[in-house]
């Protein structure tokens, strides 16, 4: 399907594990965006990618990993899970400056 | 320290009336405003954006208006439809090398629109 998706959905994990949240796009935009929404911060940025294996920090990119070894996929991975990351995660996409293009999300619940 | 605010966590209308959520901004370096709209369990959905050099921009029922001086965006709708019922975030980006493409949202406002 064209367009931008997240897999998993939803996520339940353990603190302490490894946890690697998947996003691909069919529009072949160059830059990608990592999100987590928390109630009373609206969105704030992880990671974001300018291109294949270009990828540089966002506003708060402590505990998180991002790789870019394709135009299509920017998986964002956890590398210990904690509390704090409980979270729902966005991924988007642009090909140009002004509107992203958010997927569905994806509930992670660290336990 | 967010750069992006919007005061006001919800907002109750009734359908037929005009919605105006409010947000300021700090970041005198932003120059592109945009508004989405967000649905539970869904991503969030590009609505309406101005540029700086605009004071307003309109699209069928949704209007942004900007006040640079004031540093103050404002997006109404009119009329407001029980569809409209979301969670609007209100983001700004600077024109600036290593900000481009990058967004600062504010909290968001919750918009219930009653029968």
């Known amino acids: 399907d064209a367009g931008i998706t997240q897999s998993p959905r939803y996520k339940i994990t353990e603190t302490g594990r490894q946890v690697t949240l998947m996003c691909h796009q069919t529009w072949s935009h160059s830059y990608m965006f990592w999100y987590r929404q928390d109630l009373g911060h609206g969105l704030r940025l992880i990671y974001y990618?300018?291109?294949?294996?270009?990828?540089d920090k966002g506003e708060v990119p402590d505990g998180y990993v991002v790789s870019r070894s394709k135009t299509e996929n920017f998986p964002l991975t956890l590398e210990s899970a904690t509390r704090s990351q409980t979270s729902v995660y966005f991924c988007?996409?642009?090909?140009?400056?002004?509107?992203?293009?958010f997927g569905p999300g994806t509930r992670l619940t660290v336990l | 320290d967010q750069q992006v605010k919007q005061n006001s966590p919800s907002l109750s209308v009734q359908e037929g009336r005009i919605s105006i959520l409010n947000c300021d901004y700090t970041n005198s370096m932003f120059d592109y405003f945009l508004w989405y709209k967000k649905y539970p369990a869904e991503g969030p959905t590009f609505l309406i954006s101005i540029s700086s050099i605009k004071d307003k921009n309109e699209d069928g029922r949704f209007t942004v208006f900007l006040n640079k001086s004031a540093k103050h965006l404002s997006l109404h709708i009119v009329p407001s439809q029980p569809g409209d019922s979301a969670v609007y975030f209100c983001?700004?980006?600077?024109?600036?090398?290593?900000?481009?493409?990058?967004?600062?949202f504010g909290a968001g406002t919750q918009v219930v629109v009653t029968p």
């Open positions: 988007a996409s642009t090909g140009r400056r002004d509107t992203q293009y």
């Open positions: 983001a700004a980006s600077a024109r600036t090398t290593d900000s481009w493409g990058k967004l600062q």
């Open positions: 990618s300018a291109a294949a294996d270009i990828t």
